[in-house]
């Protein structure tokens, strides 16, 4: 096949999505760490211990999928504003940044270097950091949208999710003496930002995709993602609440986060709906089944992961036993793979091919990355469930000892594992594939000097057998 870039300056994607691929196999690493210590096997204590492991874990994972949707944004946002990026060189100076800040996060929480607010765990000197280069990551996204000759839906909504992301990253700089004050508004960057904001960019992509792999008229498919991201994001903020049942608020949040909770079902349940909807409709036979079945199953699994199960714990009847347990990370799991690891993979498989002019996707490790992955990850959230009711029933119920309990999840813990092996032989092979893609080709753009049209672009090497 031939690439089809339309502009030069979408190569940038290439170097965030190789980022994002490094950071998440860095993330699996920490993640087979914390792993094997709820098995009994906590053998680098001394060096790595299980907080700090926690830490890193769950730190890579916003950054690993925070870089990827910049590069899907590097990638998207030329081609719906038909012109090249506005001053590409800073956004290679952005990329070079935000992976310094990433690494020196990292080695800061193994020095013991860092705010100790969960999920807020960086240091606020590179708050600031992180802060100037999201900054800078919109300036060169407005200003192309600015200067483009069309201002599409799918532009415009993945531009305010990341922005509206931006500005909810603000409260969490804020600190308070008192628990309760300081625990609300740091739910506003973590809730908010997972169960808000993060799906305006989701919406974004998926449509994107969608538009791109079935054919389907834009007119459409943007209208849906109008109603279907608007109901998501509003649920998504007044579920808010189900954080605030325990934590010294009043007791009108109960109610306030009960209902909502209960509606954000409805809007996954919608969203997956939509995307097998219009992938049907569409009525084109996508020649990258990869990139589609990826972006499907972002819908399907989204639901399940964050609707169902989010749904399944989060009403304040069930929330009172289940907050604080590993019940919880059964939930986090599926969502955040659902929702948001497979909307990057999803973009991903579409736009490598795009990019290097190869069809990696028809071999059977693009396909068998989808299935272990994914078969991998329900595996993980069964043993999350059976070890998360487990502890519900034998501390919160039982009443046994904290640590005794642990002990006894360790059986289980072994599953988990398993399962973790199964994904992360997927994650392998999907990084394979992607390596064996190789580097994007160089195009021609002196058809292109006014930063609109197309950009013809020539293979650098022979094509795939």
Request: glycine share 10%; aromatic share 16%.
């Given at each position: ?47 790595i211990p299980f907080n700090v492991a926690r830490a890193t874990h769950t730190n890579l994972l916003v950054v690993w999928l925070l870089t990827g949707f910049m590069g899907a944004a590097y990638f998207i946002i030329p081609e719906e504003s038909e012109r090249e990026l506005w001053m590409p060189k800073l956004a290679w100076v952005q990329l070079v940044s935000l992976l310094l800040v990433g690494v020196v996060a990292i080695v800061g929480y193994h020095v013991n270097w860092w705010e100790g607010r969960k ?347």
């Open positions: 096949m031939q690439p089809t870039i339309q502009y030069k300056t979408q190569k940038i994607a290439y170097w965030f999505f190789a980022a994002c691929m490094l950071l998440f196999a860095l993330q699996l690493i920490y993640g087979f760490i914390l792993g094997f210590a709820r098995m009994g096997y906590d053998g680098l204590h001394e060096w999920f807020l765990e960086i240091p606020r000197e590179l708050d600031w950091l992180v802060v100037v280069n999201v900054l800078t990551f919109l300036l060169i996204i407005f200003m192309t949208i600015w200067k483009g000759k069309r201002k599409t839906t799918t532009a415009m909504v993945l531009f305010f999710g990341l922005l509206s992301a931006a500005l909810l990253y603000l409260p969490g700089m804020i600190t308070f003496e008192n628990l309760t004050f300081d625990s609300f508004f740091r739910w506003w960057v973590v809730h908010l930002w997972v169960e808000g904001v993060w799906e305006l960019i989701m919406g974004a992509i998926l449509s994107f995709l969608l538009i791109k792999l079935t054919g389907i008229d834009r007119e459409v498919i943007e209208k849906w993602l109008y109603v279907i991201v608007g109901f998501t994001f509003l649920s998504g903020i007044l579920g808010t609440g189900h954080h605030y049942y325990f934590t010294g608020t009043p007791r009108y949040w109960l109610m306030i986060g009960g209902i909502f909770s209960a509606l954000e079902p409805l809007a996954f349940l919608g969203m997956a709906i939509y995307a097998l909807a219009m992938a049907r409709r569409g009525g084109r036979k996508a020649p990258n089944r990869i990139a589609l079945m990826w972006t499907l199953g972002c819908a399907v699994m989204s639901f399940v992961g964050a609707g169902f199960l989010g749904f399944a714990h989060t009403l304040p009847q069930v929330n009172i036993w289940t907050h604080g347990t590993l019940v919880t990370a059964m939930h986090g799991h599926l969502a955040f793979w659902g929702a948001y690891a497979m909307i990057v993979l999803a973009m991903i498989s579409y736009a490598m091919p795009e990019l290097t002019g190869r069809s990696m996707f028809k071999g059977w490790k693009a396909e068998w990355a989808f299935w272990t992955t994914n078969i991998g990850m329900l595996g993980m959230t069964g043993a999350f469930a059976v070890m998360g009711v487990a502890q519900v029933y034998l501390e919160r119920k039982g009443g046994m000892d904290f640590l005794e309990v642990q002990e006894s999840l360790e059986v289980h813990a072994f599953g988990l594992v398993l399962a973790a092996a199964l994904l992360t032989l997927g994650v392998v092979l999907f990084i394979k594939n992607f390596l064996e893609y190789g580097l994007p080709v160089e195009v021609d753009s002196s058809s292109n000097s006014s930063g609109g049209g197309s950009v013809l672009a020539t293979p650098q090497r022979p094509q795939e057998d």
